[in-house]
């Protein structure tokens, strides 16, 4: 069975810190899809990244980059230098790769708070 | 333009009512799906549809009957509403290809609060 855990619930932060949430993942398939959501106070889900089981290079996006490690089974996602805005839940998210249209199996979420 | 639009953005009722939340998307997707967030902010899959036939029916309540008139399209029917019904209904879309990625995009969130 596909399981997310997101071991952190709550994270404070003061801005311009770092800060890395951690997601590790269980699944049995070979080829699959490893996500990242933000949903912000307002309560839309933003999609932020998606990575291929097969691709294990690290991204980068401005402030934002993922780890992606097939050996630990984890997907961490750093914030650098982060800002009020940042402050948000963040779920870490999995899916089948072997047809498109599947569910996504969501970790229970990160919240993140930034203060000033 | 708005990707993906859910109406109504609240919906307050009572007990034992009927209500309809509505979908669209105007992104060409031609799967569509139901999420559900609980008040500790757990999604998870109620349905999910793909060029208007049921490809994903999780354990949900046979009260909740979704219809996808078109594939632009997944409208979610709740009959005889229970106050475990509360939540946050999300409505998301996706292209089938794996070319894609499986990549959902969500509408806003329908809040229902069953009083």
């Known amino acids: 069975a596909q399981k997310v855990t997101q071991a952190q619930t709550e994270i404070s932060v003061v801005e311009k810190e770092d800060v890395t949430l951690d997601c590790v993942y269980e699944t049995r398939d070979t080829t699959y899809y490893l996500f990242w959501y933000k949903q912000p106070p307002s309560g839309e889900l933003v999609f932020l990244i998606r990575r291929n089981s097969f691709d294990e290079q690290n991204e980068i996006s401005g402030r934002y980059s993922w780890n992606f490690q097939k050996s630990t089974s984890s997907f961490n996602f750093t914030i650098t230098a982060s800002q009020v805005v940042d402050s948000a839940v963040y779920f870490c998210a999995l899916s089948e790769a072997k047809q498109a249209g599947t569910a996504l199996i969501f970790g229970k979420g990160t919240t993140l708070s930034v203060s000033s | 333009d708005t990707a993906v639009s859910q109406t109504p953005k609240y919906l307050v009722t009572q007990m034992g009512n009927d209500k309809s939340i509505k979908c669209e998307q105007n992104?060409?997707?031609?799967?569509m799906y139901w999420y559900k967030q609980d008040s500790k902010k757990f999604l998870k899959i109620m349905f999910s549809y793909n060029n208007k036939e049921l490809i994903i029916n999780e354990t949900v309540p046979n009260r909740f009957s979704p219809k996808s008139p078109d594939k632009a399209h997944l409208n979610l029917h709740i009959n005889s509403l229970e106050l475990g019904d509360s939540a946050v209904y999300f409505c998301a879309s996706s292209h089938t290809s794996v070319v894609w990625g499986n990549i959902q995009y969500f509408g806003a969130g329908t809040r229902l609060s069953v009083l």
């Open positions: 992104l060409g997707h031609d799967t």
